[in-house]
């Protein structure tokens, strides 16, 4: 709720340096306090991808975690367990139909799909559909 | 196990000792510009205290929920070591203490991806970046001044309020502002040397501290105006905060209630000012409305 609000009202503050880092940054203390468990399902995703070969860790520009491949982005995932994958748009409607994943959060229109990882059972989904965004990316 | 303890408390206490450090330089070579503390201190340092954290817990596989447990745990010490080394108070560092939270997490975040991709001529260049901010920051000019007015309706002719405005005696209301709650010093009483211009006024805090002011503006039942011409050595004040003057206004509505509008003009020597200025004018509007509510009641009376 106050996520969407920040990102729809103060979205532009978005290109002032760090903003970004430093909302997720507070998006983290948050999750330590309320909801730690939501941390560790982050790791696991993070530390699932990390293993696949070629793919590299860096900041997202808009605060979060950014995977890459070969410096392609093949998705990012925010602290409040928002994921957003990188996907071509057959495969966005084929998964939103299937009720596995939701358009994107901002770019609804895009190939982007997004998916909120609440507890444990949503990371096996999140990092199989990672794992399709990273096929594309490998397959060129 | 040994080696990873040492790794951990490396982590906590070096980049205090750094920071501490870099701090005692940057005011032992600013010593004529009054003390001003530069939005660096609040942003870059931490950042970099971050930073060098996730050096030493590099090989310790932390979870994110350890990161962020440890940064905190890591600000409260450097809260903790401002208090004891650099003399701050503790109602300041209340204040100060998101800043130093968020950012000190952010530089561990960095500082973890920074680590992992063994980037070295990344590392160096973000760093250098930082120290070339933090050394541009610490050496270019700051001001800022700022007025906050505030005004209540009082149902009483301007006549009846006026001596109310000069001089009152003791608030006995509770009070209201949490920062006045926790410990902050609020407005108490306020006294005169006489009711003409020129004459000394003085404004006692509920901790004894007192604002000694100069009468500028004496203009019977329309404008007060004064300049605070010494204000007390609080740790909370010193440093951070000129007041410069305060005023009151009245203005007669015409059918024998008063708008009673109160001013005060002053000047940060802490920044960012986005920051401070928020704590800055929520602070002096509270100290506006427990002298103006006041006012009010001994008026309304």
């Known amino acids: 709720m106050m996520f969407k609000f920040i990102v ?25 306090i309320v909801n730690p468990q939501l941390l560790d399902c982050i790791d696991e995703v993070e530390n699932e991808v990390c293993c696949w070969e070629g793919v590299t860790l860096s900041l997202h520009q808009y605060g979060g975690t950014q995977f890459n491949y070969k410096q392609k982005e093949i998705g990012h995932l925010h602290s409040n367990g928002i994921l957003d ?49 990273y096929q594309n990316a490998v397959n060129g | 196990m040994k080696k990873e303890l040492q790794s951990k408390l490396v982590g906590f206490i ?55 447990g440890y940064s905190m745990l890591n600000g409260a010490l450097a809260i903790l070591l401002s208090f004891v080394f650099l003399g701050e108070g503790m109602i300041c560092l209340i204040i100060v203490s998101p800043l130093i939270f968020a950012f000190v997490i952010t530089g561990v ?24 901010i933090f050394i541009t920051d610490a050496v270019s000019e700051h001001d800022h001044e700022n007025m906050v007015g505030d005004k209540i309706l009082i149902n009483a ?19 209201q502002y949490w920062l006045f709650k926790i410990g902050m010093p609020s ?20 901790n004894g ?21 010494n204000q007390p050595l609080d740790p909370e004040i010193m440093g951070h905060i000129d007041i410069k003057r305060g005023q009151f206004i009245l203005k007669d509505n015409g059918n024998g209630t008063t708008t009673l509008i109160g001013n005060s003009w002053y000047k940060l020597h802490v920044f960012p000012v986005w920051y401070y200025d928020i704590w800055a004018e929520s602070i002096t509007r509270n100290v506006h409305l427990r002298v103006m509510e006041h006012i009010k009641i001994l008026s309304e009376q």
């Open chain 1, 85 to 133: 994958i990188r996907l071509d748009r057959e495969t966005k409607n084929l998964l939103v139909q299937e009720n596995k994943a939701k358009e994107h959060h901002v770019f609804k229109k895009s190939g982007w799909i997004s998916l909120y990882i609440v507890g444990k059972a949503d990371v096996e989904n999140a990092i199989a559909i990672l794992c399709l965004s």
């Open chain 1, 8 to 32: 729809k009202w103060l979205g532009s503050l978005k290109s002032v340096p760090m903003v970004a880092l430093v909302f997720d940054s507070c998006l983290k203390m948050h999750a330590a």
């Open chain 2, 109 to 132: 975040f960095i500082g973890k991806v920074m680590f992992k991709k063994q980037n070295t001529k990344l590392n160096v260049s973000l760093i250098s970046m930082l120290l070339l």
């Open chain 2, 14 to 68: 070096l980049p205090n000792f750094i920071i501490l450090f870099i701090i005692g330089i940057n005011r032992a070579l600013h010593i004529d510009n009054e003390g001003i503390l530069v939005f660096s201190e609040f942003i870059i340092l931490p950042i970099l205290m971050g930073i060098i954290s996730s050096w030493f817990w590099r090989n310790l596989n932390l979870t994110s929920g350890q990161r962020v």
């Open chain 2, 187 to 206: 407005p108490m009483q306020t006294t005169v040397t006489g009711y003409h211009l020129g004459a000394g006024r003085k404004c006692i805090f509920s």
């Open chain 2, 157 to 175: 002719p301007v006549d009846k309020i006026w001596k109310h405005v000069v001089a009152f005696d003791k608030i006995k209301q509770g009070n």
């Open chain 2, 209 to 229: 501290y007192v604002f000694d002011e100069k009468i500028v503006a004496f203009d019977v039942n329309h404008n007060l105006t004064f300049d605070i011409v």
